[in-house]
């Protein structure tokens, strides 16, 4: 069996697959949950834990200094910003590891990936983490930055593209670069001998294309919207943009300009997103998946949504489990304890 895991902004996406899927929950993100216990906490608090998706995080612990303490370890305050120090003006005291305990205040234990959750679904639901062939995960990494997050994140996989030829099935990790700490921390939690890592958004384009073909893909966010002109695997021109930034009128313009290869890189980080490249100039069918996905039917494009599963919600599942068919994990022995009742 294969697990794939996508943690986005607002939910965390679980589908367990053995030539079909045999479970899928899509469930409130880590990020998300975290922040209404500290919405709901009436004291003080500390925080430790992993370096992980700030999201709704940092409103939640903005909020809540307005009437309390908080205590973060610096692993944790990394959650929010790659400078400890502008943490620290918002009146966040750092503290060392050591001194968690040694604090007052409601517990807050922060991680993308909670292993315990995941080993609990798959047991109440007649499975069993023995039986697991490979782990698929996939979230949202800026890689470390003291300037401008977006600007680095555009580089980053702007040169991970380059290396892999600009071919799609190739951007997964089984090392996960140094500077994507969010990323290593979920990924270091992963006990499973065979493992893969993919962004998020790249593991969205790529279930797009699965399940659809030669296409501009588009996945439209809680946070991120990304869009590629795909053929053969092979991304011809991209942009990347935040979502509450978009309109009909910009997100259509912004897919016309990168289907006729016009889409610079200023257009996109001007307007506030991450960046843009053109290679390739090709019209191709329009296919849509996402959260957000509703956003495409206020512009007079012409598209279809993207069914991956039979869901329009987890192309990032379809793409890990793709991957990880393709390096032979799919095959595991079989087990007459699989299922607890029958």
């Not at 503290?95 to 305990?101: L, S």
């Not at 639901?125 to 680095?152: E, K, P, V, Y």
């Not at 493992?195 to 030669?214: H, P, T, V, W």
């Not at 869901?311 to 379809?318: A, E, S």
Request: with cysteine; hydrophobic share 40%.
């Amino acid at each position: 069996m294969l697990l794939s895991v996508d943690v986005g902004k607002g939910t965390t996406d679980i589908v367990l697959y053995e030539g079909d899927v045999l479970l899928k929950a899509i469930v409130p993100s880590s990020s998300t949950l975290l922040a209404r216990a500290i919405e709901k906490t009436e004291e003080d608090v500390v925080v430790s834990g992993y370096t992980m998706g700030g999201g709704p995080l940092a409103s939640a612990i903005k909020n809540h200094l307005l009437k309390y303490k908080v205590f973060m370890t610096k692993n944790a305050a990394l959650s929010l910003s790659d400078n400890v120090g502008k943490i620290e003006s918002w009146d966040v005291e750092v503290i060392d590891e050591g001194d968690v305990t040694k604090r007052r205040g409601k517990r807050i234990f922060l991680q993308d990936l909670d292993m315990e959750f995941l080993r609990r679904l798959l047991e109440d639901t007649g499975f069993s983490f023995h039986d697991i062939g490979g782990c698929g995960l996939a979230l949202q990494d800026h890689g470390f930055s003291l300037s401008s997050n977006r600007q680095n994140r555009f580089a980053i996989y702007t040169k991970i593209l380059m290396e892999k030829k600009f071919m799609l099935p190739r951007l997964f990790f089984r090392k996960i670069p140094s500077s994507l700490t969010r990323a290593r921390a979920a990924f270091a939690q992963i006990s499973f001998t065979h493992k893969i890592f993919m962004d998020s958004s790249y593991a969205a384009l790529l279930g797009i294309y699965y399940a659809c073909g030669n296409c501009l893909a588009v996945n439209i966010g809680n946070g991120h919207t990304i869009a590629a002109l795909i053929r053969k695997g092979e991304i011809l021109g991209l942009f990347e943009h935040h979502t509450h930034l978009l309109t009909p009128g910009n997100l259509e313009m912004f897919l016309r300009m990168l289907s006729s290869g016009t889409l610079k890189n200023e257009d996109i980080f001007e307007s506030g997103g991450h960046g843009a490249f053109s290679r390739i100039p090709r019209e191709l069918p329009i296919f849509v998946a996402g959260p957000g996905r509703r956003l495409m039917e206020k512009t007079s494009l012409s598209f279809e949504y993207a069914y991956s599963f039979g869901d329009v919600m987890i192309p990032g599942n379809l793409a890990l489990t793709e991957i990880m068919k393709k390096l032979g994990w799919d095959v595991s022995p079989p087990r007459k304890d699989r299922f607890k009742n029958g």
